[in-house]
């Protein structure tokens, strides 16, 4: 496994140190300490660094103790304390985990709402797999559309020919 220093690791992750200080102090992201007092060098492994990153992108959003109550509902629920491999869906109705399903559709848990109630509520909606159905298919129809990446679109334009 890789390990970055701070100095790396903020790059890295697009942070600021005393961001990195914070999130070490709540406890969210706790990095790896080396070596003896005054040389003691802080290390964060790539998955830490992820992690950094995605907070950082939910914070444009959120408030820390939103995020907080949002990791402390994974950890209690046993998922694993992480935010990098969840795929979460922020709106006007607050944010909500989508659950890859092992049955014909995946799970909707509607995590934070107004207010930062609704812990934990199952909501029942379809989830469509056609951006058309969803009125995605063209970006013209609508400035706000979110965009819809291919990554093996994407993957054949920076292979070396």
């Not at 992820?50 to 939910?58: G, K, Q, V």
């Not at 559709?105 to 909501?123: E, I, R, T, W, Y």
């Not at 058309?132 to 291919?150: I, M, Q």
Request: with cysteine.
């Amino acid at each position: 496994m890789d390990w970055f220093p701070r100095r790396h690791a903020v790059v890295l992750a697009r942070s600021s140190p005393g961001r990195l200080a914070y999130l070490e102090k709540t406890g969210i992201i706790v990095p790896q300490r080396v070596g003896d007092s005054p040389r003691t060098e802080v290390l964060y492994s790539w998955e830490q660094i992820l992690e950094i990153r995605a907070i950082s992108r939910l914070r444009q959003h959120l408030s820390f103790q939103t995020i907080r109550k949002i990791l402390q509902y994974f950890d209690d629920h046993g998922v694993g304390r992480t935010l990098r491999d969840k795929h979460l869906v922020i709106n006007h109705h607050g944010v909500s985990w989508v659950q890859p399903g092992t049955a014909v559709a995946p799970q909707v848990v509607h995590l934070v709402g107004h207010g930062c109630s609704f812990m934990g509520q199952f909501v029942l909606t379809p989830v469509e797999t056609n951006a058309s159905e969803l009125g995605w298919a063209s970006e013209a129809a609508s400035p706000a559309a979110p965009k819809v990446v291919d990554i093996e679109h994407f993957r054949q334009k920076v292979r070396p020919r």
